[in-house]
């Protein structure tokens, strides 16, 4: 009799330790639980830690809550402007509803990636090269929108996503290089035409104070002689004052008949004048060429 109570409470010992293995559940702590009894969902998520289900008649699924770091593959599309271009992003997101994630959609990770690919693409129609390569904060902004509407349905919250690299054709490469090149070379102009505006503004007002003071003029002369000898000492430099010149140029003698009368213009070749002075040019050139005058023989004697 004893014996037969002992193998009974063995037997139960068994049965109860496998059913506890059966049942028991252990939840990370970065996971939800979620159960489902003969198919229907129960309403309580399991939190992490122990957790006991029914053998057999429950299923317990288990959702990561961690946030997952999703590439999105390269999308080829063409801008608001004409230029063909090749995007790629990155989105991060998260589940906040477990149950939610498995029961309104198949697999949310998928559904992610591609309501990603196409608001990608929808991106890319909608903007501008410009704002693909320097706005990009904005249009970031603008995708999150896109995948947050749908996903919040999924029991997902996107966290944020990122353009990572925008290529373009080698062509509009050279395009922009040159562009580059040519705003550069721009302002390099337009500060030297600056530099030289207050350039002669400053010799403008220096002309006006060497005027003022004819010795300065002097001096200056003095000074730049002083530098072309310390640079080039092979040099010889003769300098001629000015006054001298101008002296030598008053004094100068006048040709006679040249005083105040005015040199004629040159007459062009289209006009009356100079034809008619052309044909009575060779009209002289005939009467002397034209007859001829025979000498008069003398007479012997005569």
Known sequence: MIEEILMAAAGAGAATAAYVGAAARVVKQYERGVVFRFGRLRGEVRKPGFTMIVPVVDRLHKVNMQIVTMPVPAQEGITRDNVTVRVDAVVYFKVVDAAE?????????????QMAQTSLRSIIGKSDLDDLLSNREK???????????????????????????????????????????????????????????????????AAHQMADAPSALQLRLLQTVMAVAAEKNSTLVLPIPVELLRFLERAAPVPPGHHGAAVPPPVPPWSEAYRAGRGAGQDAIEDLTGTSVEPTPHENGG
């Open 101 to 113: 994630a498995l029961v309104r959609v198949e697999d949310y990770k998928f559904a992610v990636s």
């Open 139 to 205: 249009l970031n902004q603008g995708l999150e929108l896109m995948l947050d509407s749908p996903a919040i349905g999924w029991g997902v919250q996107i966290d944020r996503v990122e353009i990572k690299d925008v290529s373009l054709p080698e062509t509009m490469k050279r395009s922009m290089a040159r562009q580059a090149e040519a705003d550069r070379e721009r302002r390099a102009r337009l500060i030297n035409a600056d530099a030289e505006l207050q350039a002669s503004k400053k010799l403008a007002e």
